[in-house]
């Protein structure tokens, strides 16, 4: 299974829901592969910490590895496995981002290289039973590469009434992308992040959404000061603290997740 997490407004937690909940996969023995697709690197440094670019050179290694060879001959490609690193972390692995992706967006788009990930994909889905996209803060050609190449599509939001405007716009675009290229997405779901309960507005908010038939799934993420830590120490939480109230509610969001993969899968 595909799962990309997709919000192209910043800082919503798409690194901290892509890593947390392929690290929880990944300690029940799910074989898991994280894809970082933002030049930011944020999930690469998450897993494996400073990438020392003398050592793996940037346009040879990761998810920039990958795409570029792709504009080289044919008989030169390796296998799409062959850019995936290991991590700290048993059954996790990682396909890094690069500063190069910045660099090769725009001939990668000019040569209409956008189903390229979704082949790649194809190629590796036998090696893994999980795979998790994170995708940059905008749409454009990594994002949209993630959505063709996966099969569900989890939104996160932040209780943010600017969050709220931008969900329209998303979903939209979701819907555009799936009529032209992809119509196997599925939209599993919003993951509603940094919920304060004490506070009237992201309930509110909340409410509004479900009112408005957007699909909210109905755990929620707490705010808590341990992502940061989390971050900041290059330990998702089901390793940093197991028995945190927001590890466990990750793992709430995991266990829903799973039970609906069976159900809702579609091909
Ligand atoms: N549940 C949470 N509680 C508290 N802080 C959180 C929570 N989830 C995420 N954060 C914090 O919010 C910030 C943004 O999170 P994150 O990097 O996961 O978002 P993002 O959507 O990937 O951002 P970007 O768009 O820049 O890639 C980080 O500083 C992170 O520690
Ligand atoms: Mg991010």
Redo the contacts with the bound molecule.
């Keep these: 299974m595909h799962r990309v997490i997709f919000?192209q407004?910043?800082?919503?937690?798409?690194?901290?829901?892509?890593c947390n909940l392929a690290a929880i996969g990944a300690s029940q023995g799910l074989r898991t592969l994280v894809i970082d697709l933002?030049v930011?690197g944020?999930s690469t440094h998450y897993l494996v910490g400073e990438v020392d670019a003398e050592q793996y050179p940037a346009e040879a290694q990761g998810v920039s590895g990958l795409f570029k060879q792709t504009v080289g001959p044919r008989k030169m490609r390796r296998n799409p496995d062959s850019f995936v690193w290991e991590t700290p972390f048993e059954n996790l692995f990682l396909l890094p981002s690069s500063p190069y992706l910045a660099e090769i967006e725009k001939e990668l788009e000019a040569r209409y290289k956008i189903y390229k990930l979704r082949d790649a994909l194809a190629k590796l889905a036998g090696e893994y039973d999980r795979i998790y996209i994170?995708t940059?803060?905008n749409f454009n050609f990594y994002s949209k590469s993630a959505l063709i190449a996966a099969d569900r599509v989890l939104v996160?939001f932040?209780c943010d009434s600017f969050a709220r405007q931008s969900l329209y716009e998303l979903m939209a675009n979701i819907e555009e992308l799936q009529e032209d290229h992809n119509p196997d997405l599925a939209v599993e779901g919003i993951v509603i992040?940094?919920f304060n309960g004490q506070a009237r507005l992201p309930g509110e908010l909340v409410a509004d959404l479900t009112e408005e038939g957007f699909p909210v799934i109905d755990s929620f993420?707490?705010?808590?000061?341990?992502?940061?830590e989390?971050?900041y120490e290059m330990r998702p939480l089901i390793y940093l603290a197991p028995r945190h109230k927001?590890t466990q509610a990750y793992v709430a969001l995991h266990e829903q997740l799973e039970k609906g993969a069976g159900r809702k899968r579609r091909r």
């Design positions: 919000n407004k910043g800082g919503v937690g798409k690194t901290s829901i892509t933002d930011q944020n994170d940059p803060p996160p932040d992040n940094q993420l707490n705010s808590s000061v341990k992502m940061r989390s971050h927001l």
